[in-house]
């Protein structure tokens, strides 16, 4: 089951105020259970299949439309019509067939507990249109899902093919840093690689960070940083392609202290 959906709940709402019904549903029908998207009336938060009124709709993929429940021969002796309680008199239902799957999913319907002798036709319309609104909003809901799944892959790949090897990049370079027979020109290319993995293994986590942005996952936190070593540090990352041309890159920082 997903959460409520304020746009789910306006739908439900509108069609009780437009059908006068004290019952609305947006109700989604799986395995063995019918639950409810949103809903207006107390019928709680699902039901099982075996006594559901959605479920006829979701077989004939068609509409269903029942003036007086007592008399129709498909619910005439369902516990929701014979019960006690939630006495079902008059349902209108309409199928929720989202355009990417083509599968209908449930039923968009308003149930009241006194028959109805007269059901415009208007009604009928204006229900067909909001089902296939939610069914619109279904299809906007797995395209989100699709692809929140495809930047989590994304973001997987991104961690585990660049990042470690970084990673393995910087312990090796501490290694050799760490390496008393080396001469002091290689440890300073030494200190060039490690400079350079820092400066990519950064632009790595700030892809990951706006991965994570965009799904609302990102929690920001302030902290100190020291502006000369970030400024130094982005220099050194960025100097082999200026000298390379026969250019210096530099700096304007005062570097009294």
């Not at 820092?198 to 706006?210: A, E, K, M, S, T």
């Not at 940083?225 to 982005?234: H, K, M, T």
Request: hydrophobic content about 40%; aromatic content about 4%; some cysteine.
């Amino acid at each position: 089951d997903t959460p409520p959906e304020k746009e789910y709940n306006h739908i439900a709402r509108i069609l009780s105020k437009m059908s006068g019904c004290p019952i609305s549903l947006v109700s989604l029908v799986d395995e063995h259970r019918q639950w409810f998207k949103a809903k207006v009336g107390d019928v709680g938060n699902e039901m099982t299949r075996s006594i559901s009124f959605c479920d006829h709709i979701v077989e004939s993929r068609e509409r269903l439309v029942i003036h007086d429940c007592t008399t129709h021969p498909k619910v005439f002796d369902n516990p929701l019509v014979t019960g006690e309680q939630n006495v079902f008199r008059c349902y209108i239902g309409y199928p929720i067939i989202p355009a990417s799957t083509q599968h209908c999913l449930g039923a968009l319907c308003c149930i009241d507990t006194v028959p109805h002798e007269e059901i415009s036709e208007d009604l009928i319309t204006g229900l067909a249109e909001l089902a296939n609104i939610v069914g619109a909003l279904i299809d906007r809901n797995l395209k989100i899902a699709a692809h929140e799944e495809k930047t989590n892959l994304f973001v997987a790949k991104i961690s585990h093919e660049l990042r470690t090897p970084l990673h393995g990049i910087l312990g090796l370079s501490d290694t050799l840093k760490d390496d008393p027979t080396i001469g002091r020109e290689a440890r300073e290319t030494v200190d060039h690689i490690a400079c350079c993995a820092r400066g990519n293994l950064r632009i790595v986590n700030d892809i990951l960070d706006f991965a994570k942005l965009q799904h609302g996952k990102l929690q920001l936190a302030i902290e100190e940083f020291d502006l000369r070593n970030c400024i130094e540090s982005a220099l050194t990352t960025a100097a082999a392609m200026p000298k390379a041309a026969g250019l210096q890159l530099g700096d304007l920082m005062s570097h009294d202290g």
